[in-house]
């Protein structure tokens, strides 16, 4: 799982990826959670309505990069399960 967050040095929002949840500074502001199945988005608050349009084209470059990154992932670990029950199936 990945979260999309913000912190807020003056004058700008400083934007990074977690892997853990516990990894996202307390005063920060997520923006998105990526797993491999699914991103929820946050768009509702004062911070999204207040984006620049460079502000928002970073903050959608690292969604899309999350979202990729967990879905190949997930497609990795789906192989490994598929493959492991094939063996078991032929052993049996």
């Known amino acids: 799982m ?7 040095p003056l004058p700008k929002l400083e934007f990074a990826i977690a892997t853990r949840r516990e990894a ?3 005063d920060a502001e997520v923006f998105a ?5 699914m991103t929820i988005r946050q768009h509702e ?12 084209s ?3 470059g690292l969604i899309v990069e999350s ?10 670990n789906d192989d490994g399960f598929v493959q492991r029950l094939l063996r078991r199936l ?3």
């Open 2 to 8: 990945r979260f999309v967050y913000a912190t807020r």
């Open 24 to 26: 996202v500074p307390e």
């Open 33 to 37: 959670v990526c797993d491999g199945a």
């Open 45 to 56: 608050g004062q911070s999204c309505n207040n984006l620049t349009d460079q502000e928002q």
């Open 58 to 60: 970073l903050l959608e």
């Open 67 to 76: 979202q990729i990154s967990e879905t190949t992932s997930a497609i990795a």
């Open 90 to 92: 032929l052993i049996i």
